[in-house]
């Protein structure tokens, strides 16, 4: 089974600080996805990664940066955090088959800027 | 917003009853699916509908797909109450990079 994880469930931290998520794969997946979650609207996509050093934004990437230097890590990086980057954020890498895409989830991280 | 709708929001019944939820969608898809996700976790693969069929069925599942309407429908069948979750589909557009997620639609099953 994929198995994705995220470095954190919960964190709480200051208006300001620089705040890390990571996010792994097990399945050697070239595609990693960073969402936010807010209720009422849904996931919003934040950056996704091709491959190894390569990012696209996606949506909301305002506030946000991302660093992918090895295949099976994704890291999300809110260079100066602040109350309205409060939310859940939740990683997927990408599995292709025949065509089609599936897209397997980290547990999320709740995060919580004061 | 290429975006999906789901409808209802919520969505309360009792165990053993059938639930269905609805999806709309704005362009051109090359598949839809569903996924699940408890509270306050990630979310997961329920099942995938290609833009050529109509009906597909996985164990208590059943998806529907009007590709002219823009809809799709996902039933439960014989809800239990680990099936309290929210429910969420996802449009694999044409041309695009990744999947659309819809708000979801949040189901309460009582036992």
């Known amino acids: 089974d994929v198995k994705v994880t995220q470095s954190s469930r919960y964190l709480v931290k200051r208006t300001g600080e620089k705040v890390f998520l990571e996010c792994v794969q097990d399945?050697?997946?070239?595609?990693m996805f960073w969402y936010r979650q807010d209720p009422g609207l849904g996931l919003r996509l934040i950056y996704f990664?091709?491959?190894?050093?390569?990012?696209e934004k996606g949506d909301i990437p305002e506030g946000y940066s991302v660093s992918r230097e090895k295949k099976e890590r994704f890291s999300l990086i809110l260079e100066s955090a602040s109350t309205n980057q409060t939310s859940m954020y939740l990683c997927?890498?990408?599995?292709?088959?025949?065509?089609?895409?599936?897209?397997?989830f980290g547990p999320g991280t709740r995060l919580l800027v004061l | 917003s290429q975006q999906g709708e789901e409808d209802p929001q919520a969505l309360s019944i009792q165990e053993g009853e059938n639930a269905t939820m609805n999806c709309s969608y704005k362009?051109?898809?090359?598949?839809l699916q569903w996924y699940r996700q408890n509270s306050g976790r990630g979310l997961v693969h329920l099942i995938l509908?290609?833009?050529?069929?109509r009906e597909k069925h996985s164990g208590r599942l059943r998806v529907t797909l009007d590709t002219s309407k823009k809809s799709s429908s996902l039933l439960i069948t014989a809800s239990r109450a680990a099936d309290t979750a929210s429910y969420f589909c996802?449009?694999?557009?044409?041309?695009?990079?990744?999947?659309?997620f819809g708000t979801g639609t949040r189901l309460t099953v009582i036992p």
């Open positions: 996802a449009t694999d557009a044409t041309g695009a990079n990744n999947l659309f």
């Open positions: 509908i290609r833009s050529n069929e």
């Open positions: 990664s091709y491959d190894v050093k390569m990012k």
């Open positions: 362009t051109s898809i090359n598949n």
């Open positions: 997927a890498s990408r599995h292709f088959y025949g065509g089609e895409e599936t897209q397997y």
């Open positions: 399945m050697d997946h070239e595609n």
